[in-house]
């Protein structure tokens, strides 16, 4: 079946450098893609989202990054800090759907 | 707006046991979701409600029963609670027209 998938489960990252999360997806129709982040104890909260007629989008120090050749899509973070550090999913979704699929999951860690 | 509340935050359940997980929103969403996210993994939606009156299965809606008696509120229900059902609850909202899902605090229940 369709699937929104990760490349890594986990993600290290020195404090002050840039994070970049990768997500796979396999259905052709996905136009809308999320990124959500969520922090230990706490529910999904919305970071960025791209729709599939755009290759990029930024946001306050993240950008989204999809490819639609390859079913790609990427979220950088740029100048990591402390409170980054949580599991980001991406989510996608089509047109005349009302649910998102998610992803598993990518633990980020920033290392001081 | 208070946004998507859940109550209970916490709960620990005896097998067979019933209990409901309430969720209510004020922002006036149309759509309502429940998913459950089990430790390390990603979320998987249990039922969803596109409006007052109207629900579907999701993913993973055995063992569960929802009711969608007015807008703020989509009430979950287990009617025989088994330690497979031991996972965080979280519900989300909708605006219509949008896809942006938000988020509750989640309730973390465990089954014994």
């Known amino acids: 079946g369709e699937s929104v998938g990760l490349h890594l489960p986990t993600l290290s990252v020195q404090e002050g450098d840039n994070s970049i999360i990768n997500c796979a997806y396999s259905?052709?129709?996905?136009?809308?893609f999320i990124w959500y982040k969520q922090e230990s104890g706490k529910g999904p909260q919305f970071i960025i989202d791209i729709r599939s007629n755009m290759d990029k989008r930024q946001g306050q120090r993240v950008t989204v990054l999809l490819n639609k050749t390859v079913k790609h899509l990427s979220l950088q973070i740029a100048a990591t800090q402390p409170g980054d550090s949580a599991v980001y999913f991406c989510?996608?979704?089509?047109?005349?759907?009302?649910?998102?699929?998610f992803g598993t999951g990518t633990r980020l860690t920033i290392i001081p | 707006n208070a946004g998507v509340t859940q109550t209970p935050k916490f709960r620990i359940l005896k097998i067979g046991q019933s209990m409901t997980l309430q969720c209510a929103q004020d922002m006036n969403h149309n759509y309502m979701y429940w998913y459950r996210q089990d430790p390390g993994m990603g979320l998987k939606l249990i039922y969803y409600?596109?409006?007052?009156?109207?629900?579907d299965k999701g993913e993973v809606p055995n063992g569960y029963n929802v009711s969608r008696s007015t807008t703020e509120d989509f009430p979950l229900r287990l009617e025989l609670a088994a330690p497979s059902q031991t996972s965080v609850y979280f519900c989300?909202?909708?605006?219509?027209?949008?896809?942006?899902?938000?988020f509750g605090p989640g309730t973390r229940l465990t089954v014994l």
């Open positions: 259905n052709s129709a996905s136009d809308y």
């Open positions: 989300a909202s909708i605006k219509r027209d949008t896809d942006t899902q938000y």
């Open positions: 989510a996608e979704n089509h047109f005349g759907n009302e649910k998102l699929t």
């Open positions: 409600s596109v409006g007052a009156g109207i629900t």
